[in-house]
């Protein structure tokens, strides 16, 4: 325990960003138990570390361990913890703990502490022996916003748009952000490093470190929670190479798997694996014990950043609507439009294209929009795609 309280005395001497990510306004502190999930190197030890200071306790009532750095079982550590007047502990990377979930509920049933902890967005939380559903509230932490992009890189504080304002008013907006600074400028910046706070830690050395972490994630959170050889590892690798380049519109599962060696089936099992690991996004095609229900409609890379890394190749067209999508999912449903290219809250349809597109395939269906890249300011239904980037 004394190794312990010496490290979690270190995390907590670190310094803290003072801009806090979007969700950190969704978290009910009153909860006994907070389950932080989501991508490697999106932030969330960075995030529990704040929300750990809103409770206004001393540094001796708090503990902070990892879960790959400790030999005691975490029922044991939060009873002992307890007993010498712990109040929370924040357990980071429980995917790497054995019997998380058993533990956890023995924390919940019998030690009055709080907890909050971080885990893999691939956690098979449903398949768990143990239902934490009645006992924890999870949140799910996605990567950066263009809008937290511009908070923490230049300082430039908006705030989140809604749908609405976005759709009735999107051309007074980008007229006054266009006189604090360069939209489509900024946005190249975005999409070259943005989708990850740590490019602070530098941006020449950005798409080495989401390379790295695009590893683990397969090597070490995938291959040990879905139990896959690291030959398999190598094929899901490889998929997500076929998808980078590949065109949603153009999408051939069969093919897919042939491309990729395998059958449809496995084929389906890997998409499970790497879209719960949000390294992919798919539309349509529900899963259901790690079978889809039906054909997905389209696939992307779970944001623009991952393009830049997979594949030298990839297509504008699939870069646009890969950032719409990841934009867009955080607080709308997402549905394939046969007219457009989505549906969003079954109510708006959303053609995305480059700064010529036009509304020939959406011509007099109501509530749809042209979302064009590379323009500034858009005019009537033609909105730009950058002001989807500030909506969380």
Partial sequence: MQRLIKLSNLYFSLPTPTFKRYLF?????????????????????????????????????????????????LSDIAIEFSAFGGKLLIIDEIHKASDFALELKTIYDFVDIKVIFSGSSALELENSKVDLSRRTLFYELGSLSFREFLAIKFKIDLEPLSLEEVLLNHQDIALKIAQQFKPLEYFSYYKAYGAYPFFTEGE????????????????????????????????????????CSSVPMELNIQNLAKSAGVSRNTLYGYLYYLKKANLIEIIGGNFKNKKLLNKPDKIYLDNINLYNILCSDHNAG???????????????????????????????????????????????????????????????????LWMFGLMY
């Fill in 25 to 73: 306004s969704q978290i009910d502190f009153e909860s006994k138990l907070i389950g932080i999930l989501g991508q490697r190197g999106v932030g969330k030890t960075t995030l529990i570390r704040q929300i750990a200071q809103e409770y206004n306790l001393e540094h001796s009532k708090m503990l902070y361990i990892s879960a790959d750095n400790v030999k005691k079982s």
């Fill in 204 to 243: 020449l050395g950005y798409n080495l470190r989401l390379n790295e972490i695009m590893n683990i994630i397969l090597d070490s959170e995938v291959a040990t929670i879905y139990n896959v050889d690291s030959d398999k590892i190598n094929t899901i690798r490889k998929l997500l190479h076929l998808l």
């Fill in 318 to 384: 699939s870069l646009r609507e890969s950032f719409f999508v990841s934009q867009i999912k955080v607080n709308h449903s997402v549905k394939y439009s046969n007219i457009g290219d989505f549906q969003i809250d079954d109510k708006f349809i959303f053609e995305i294209g480059g700064k010529n597109k036009g509304f020939k395939q959406i011509k007099d269906i109501k509530n749809s929009y042209v979302i064009a890249d590379d323009i500034e300011v858009g005019f009537g239904a033609k909105i730009p």
